[in-house]
């Protein structure tokens, strides 16, 4: 077998690192006045009537990911997703972004054109211009910090407090997948650390059947088409978010009906497996990048017409707290259960 060939990053220096990953992209937004190139970025939002927002996430490696199952390339693609979900869940439009890398001396060039494969893919996919940033030395692994900025029209971006009692709840897409797909890889992932291989017999993971879960991991889409989906039905979210925080956030409560909580089959059958109970997955296990918002029930018959939405509850006083409704009709608080809540 051919050996990969590894070049290493001081070969390049940091900003032949930048230059070298960087070299053939192009802007693809009006306001990208200058991208990657100087000692900043020059964007120009003075000429429309948007607002500007930005938001930005750091990403550990052992803790928000293990690179012993999460290919750099995907990892790149996932990264970019969360900060321009971000931006979906705002109301708004992605437009820039910039990606930081701390990295240690196991790491080659060609590790990072898999990693930065992965981001301009992501960005590809959303029209968002890759601006800046920059790559300094780890001695404790890789380090991951994005920025995104985006637009939104002036009085249109929707923030967590904007509920109101009575709005109905809505959930793009599946919920629990993506936890489920974590579980499935720490399995495999024990199993391997605890059985004997080698180059003759490699370690085959068993993923059969498994692929979506998988994917909802390893490569989840921010929800861009529900945003569009929104706006081209006239429809004005009250709150937004890709968690579920719209109630503290609004001083309200909710009932969420259990009947009415989309689950892919594969999510339940994997719960099963597992023993656990796929609800609280869904409610708890958070990375499905997918929008959770409220809108005025005057929109119920609009809202019920939108491909990929499920209508999951309502608002109510805050006195009445947060509770979800079970299939047989008993209502049971909801809360944080043990690992990332999204409540």
């Avoid at 920025?147 to 249109?156: D, L, P, Q």
């Avoid at 992932?189 to 979506?212: I, L, M, Q």
Wanted: hydrophobic residues 35%.
């Amino acid at each position: 077998m051919a050996e990969t060939k590894r070049t290493e990053i001081s070969e390049l220096g940091e900003f032949g690192l930048i230059d070298h990953l960087t070299k053939d992209l192009k802007p693809q937004n009006a306001s990208t006045l200058y991208g990657v190139g100087d000692d900043c970025a020059v964007l120009d939002y003075s000429g429309n009537d948007k607002e500007v927002l930005v938001t930005t996430d750091m990403l550990m490696e052992g803790v928000h990911f293990d690179l012993t199952y999460v290919p750099l390339k995907h990892l790149g693609y996932k990264s970019a997703m969360v900060n321009i979900s971000d931006i979906y869940a705002m109301n708004g439009t992605p437009r820039q972004m910039t990606v930081s890398v701390a990295l240690s001396k196991r790491f080659s060039v060609e590790d990072m054109e898999d990693f930065y494969a992965g981001v301009v893919l992501a960005c590809q996919r959303h029209n968002v211009d890759l601006v800046g940033g920059d790559t300094t030395s780890s001695l404790t692994g890789l380090a991951i910090s994005i920025t995104c900025i985006g637009e939104a029209e002036k009085g249109k971006a929707v923030y967590r407090n904007g509920a109101g009692q009575n709005d109905l709840i809505c959930v793009s897409g599946n919920l629990g997948a993506a936890y489920m797909g974590l579980q499935l890889l720490e399995r495999e992932k024990a199993v391997f650390n605890s059985t004997p291989h080698s180059k003759d017999e490699p370690f085959s993971p068993d993923f059969a059947g498994k692929e979506y879960l998988l994917e909802r991991q390893l490569k989840p889409e921010a929800r861009g088409d529900i945003i569009k989906q929104l706006r081209e039905a006239g429809i004005q979210p009250t709150a937004v978010t890709s968690r579920l925080h719209i109630c503290k956030q609004s001083n309200t409560g909710c009932s969420v009906y259990q009947e009415r909580i989309p689950i892919d089959y594969q999510t339940a059958v994997m719960a099963e497996e597992l023993n656990m109970d796929v609800y609280t997955c869904a409610l708890n296990g958070g990375e499905d990048y997918e929008l959770l918002f409220t809108v005025p029930l005057t929109d119920h018959d609009k809202i019920i017409q939108l491909k990929d939405v499920k209508l999951i509850g309502h608002m109510t006083k805050p006195e009445l707290g947060r509770h979800l409704v079970t299939k047989s009709g008993q209502e049971v608080e909801l809360k944080a259960q043990g690992w990332t809540s999204n409540l």
